[in-house]
Structure formats: structure tokens, C-alpha cells
């Protein structure tokens, strides 16, 4: 049974940062694409950030391009996001997501996590 479970998630102050992880298990993800969604109350799951399966490429959402990175770790079979320069209104629960087709925001993930919240105060 495939599952990606997310932890890191918690309430911070504006400006802080927050590292989330997502371990994968079941089956290895090493030449897949891994990477993040959320969605915050009343909106629609959005695209966050995505990263192939060297690690070499990534691609990011503008509203978070500079702020966050991702990153992954093949021999965990983990990916992670670290976010800097948080905003009230990247308050959200993130999924992590594996595989699936397509690129950059066209990612159609095959696997999903339950989510992690994380709540940024003004």
C-alpha cells in the first residue's frame, strides 16, 4: 500500500519559516516527479511546487517563487519544502503528491498524502 505522509506543518508568525516533510512508502519514488500542493478555507487545491526526479528541476507557483524551495532526498524516499518569508496567506493544509503525468502546474499527481496544516498569524 502506497502512502505519502506529511508532517512539519504547525501555526507560526508571519515571516517565519516552516520545513515540511513528506516520506513515501510502499514503493519508491526515485523517477518520479514529487512535489506540493494546498489549499487554503473556501478555495480550490492549488498548485505549490514540483521537482523531478534527479532533483535537478523544479518549478514553483509565482505567489511562492523566492520564498520556498523544494528538495528531495532519493534514498529516503522523502521530499520536503522549506518556507521562508511566510505570509498570512499562504495559510493552508498542503498535500504532498507523487508521480502521475505531465509538468510544472499541468502535474496531474497519481498518489496524495492527507495533508498538513499551516496556519500563518499576522
Known amino acids: 500500500q502506497v502512502q505519502l505522509v506529511e508532517s512539519g506543518g504547525g501555526l507560526v508568525q508571519a515571516g517565519d519559516s516552516l520545513r515540511l516533510s513528506c516520506a513515501a512508502s510502499?514503493?519508491?519514488?526515485?523517477?518520479?516527479?514529487m512535489g506540493w500542493f494546498r489549499q487554503a478555507p473556501g478555495k480550490e487545491r492549488e498548485f505549490v511546487a514540483t521537482?523531478?526526479?534527479?532533483?535537478?528541476?523544479?518549478y514553483y507557483a509565482e505567489s511562492v517563487k523566492g520564498r520556498f524551495t523544494i528538495s528531495r532526498d532519493n534514498a529516503k524516499n522523502t521530499v520536503y519544502l522549506q518556507m521562508k518569508s511566510l505570509k498570512p496567506e499562504d495559510t493552508a493544509v498542503y498535500y504532498c503528491?507523487?508521480?502521475?503525468?505531465?509538468?510544472?502546474?499541468?502535474?496531474?499527481?497519481?498518489?496524495w498524502g492527507q495533508g498538513t496544516q499551516v496556519t500563518v498569524s499576522s
Open positions: 521537482i523531478n526526479w534527479s532533483g535537478y528541476s523544479t
Open positions: 510502499g514503493r519508491t519514488f526515485s523517477s518520479n516527479n
Open positions: 503528491a507523487a508521480a502521475g503525468r505531465g509538468v510544472a502546474t499541468g502535474w496531474l499527481p497519481s498518489y
